[in-house]
């Protein structure tokens, strides 16, 4: 079992351009989550997906968007990027009803 | 809303010794649960121990265990008999399981360090 599979591992963007992050889950998990890990801080949810829906959304704005794929593997989407936008991004998936998630790698953007 | 405050930024233990990271929250809820992720230079998120609130007996895996204080909102997490692989920002985190929804709210982390 592979485990929560992210790519690319790291990513340098330039500022107003626009990045896709892709994140596969864990074998017989159907629920992805994406957090953004700024330096020095704890990961801050974005949003969730279930089903090829949107159930959840954290206080980010319109710039971030997804996608869930019917094989359960997700993308997120950051449009216009600011360079306060460089963070750790982490990919988590679970069964849906369990609470424990397992997580990626992460994918490191850097907005220059 | 719920918070998660880690106050100790940084810690470090010599190997073999005993350390405790503290963790404190904020919520209203009754029922939820509480997790300690450690997160090594590697950056993957392990889960290191999950407590559920409505269990009153503080949950243990092997070298960790937590202690659970509910009406004080407090959730410290012991390591036993440290080892250098132990090294690694350790996260507390809450998480309300609502039906369609199980989103994690982290704290800021505390890097332990453990010495040789």
């Known amino acids: 079992d592979a485990g929560v599979t992210q790519s690319p591992t790291h990513l340098i963007k330039t500022r107003g351009q626009q990045v896709t992050l892709r994140c596969s889950p864990k074998?017989?998990?159907?629920?992805v989550s994406w957090y953004q890990q700024a330096l020095g801080q704890g990961p801050q949810f974005i949003f969730q997906?279930?089903?090829?829906?949107?159930?959840q959304r954290g206080n980010f704005p319109d710039r971030f968007s997804g996608h869930q794929f019917p094989n359960y593997s997700s993308e997120l989407n950051v449009n216009a990027l600011l360079l306060g936008d460089s963070a750790l991004y982490l990919c988590?998936?679970?069964?849906?009803?369990?609470?424990?998630?397992?997580f990626g790698q992460g994918t490191r953007l850097t907005v220059v | 809303a719920q918070t998660v405050t880690q106050s100790q930024p940084e810690m470090s233990v010599q190997e073999a010794e005993t350390v405790t990271l503290s963790c404190t929250y904020d919520t209203s809820e009754n029922n939820y649960y509480l997790f300690w992720y450690k997160q090594p230079p590697s950056r993957q998120m392990i889960l290191v121990i999950r407590q559920e609130a409505y269990k009153q007996q503080n949950a243990t895996e092997n070298r960790f265990s937590v202690n659970f204080q509910k009406a004080a909102k407090s959730f410290s997490l012991k390591i036993s008999d440290s080892q250098l692989g132990d090294t690694a920002m350790y996260f507390c985190?809450?998480?309300?399981?609502?039906?369609?929804?199980?989103?994690?709210?982290f704290g800021t982390g505390t890097r332990l360090k453990v010495l040789a």
């Open positions: 074998s017989g998990h159907d629920t």
């Open positions: 997906y279930y089903e090829e829906e949107e159930r």
């Open positions: 988590a998936s679970n069964r849906d009803t369990n609470t424990e998630a397992f």
């Open positions: 985190a809450f998480m309300k399981p609502l039906p369609g929804t199980y989103k994690y709210i």
